[in-house]
């Protein structure tokens, strides 16, 4: 009796172990998407059939003068709208935005400042604008971190 219950007791550990591994290997969900080196940062806005958009929380922008590009990866039927990516607070920060049906670019400036020298980084918040035949699917949350 002594035996089973030791070994339902690992069985139910190493379950535990394998889980907690797969929910890591999730993208987006447990850390940052860094964005470094030289070229495009893409970052890439999935959306299944029930119209659930989903990106990566977080975007880490490393490097002053960066270009972001949003790439859908949709069903047939799904395309950005014409504000696709909006920044919350974009001030002076974001410009030059490229609107298209399947790909949505941003210039960041992304300088130094006084908060990326002290690692926190600056924050910026901004939503996504996905349409399903014209209907417009639900709002993410995510953020752009820049890191000079």
Known sequence: MRTNRRILAL??????VVMALAACAAPGKFGPLA???PGICDITVTVDDQ????????????????????????????????NGIS?????????????????YIWHDRNPP????????????EYEIHV????????LPDPWIVNRG
């Open 51 to 82: 119209c659930n958009v989903d990106v990566d929380d977080k975007v880490e922008v490393h490097g002053q003068s960066r270009v972001l590009r949003w790439k859908l990866a949709a069903p047939p039927g799904y395309r950005f709208a014409a």
């Open 35 to 37: 964005c470094s080196g």
């Open 131 to 138: 349409l399903h035949d014209g209907v417009a699917c639900p």
């Open 11 to 16: 069985r139910l550990a190493v379950l535990v």
């Open 87 to 103: 920044f919350k607070e974009p001030g002076d920060m974001f410009h030059n935005p490229t609107p298209a049906d399947t790909t």
């Open 113 to 124: 400042s006084e908060s990326q020298a002290n690692g926190q980084g600056t924050e910026h």
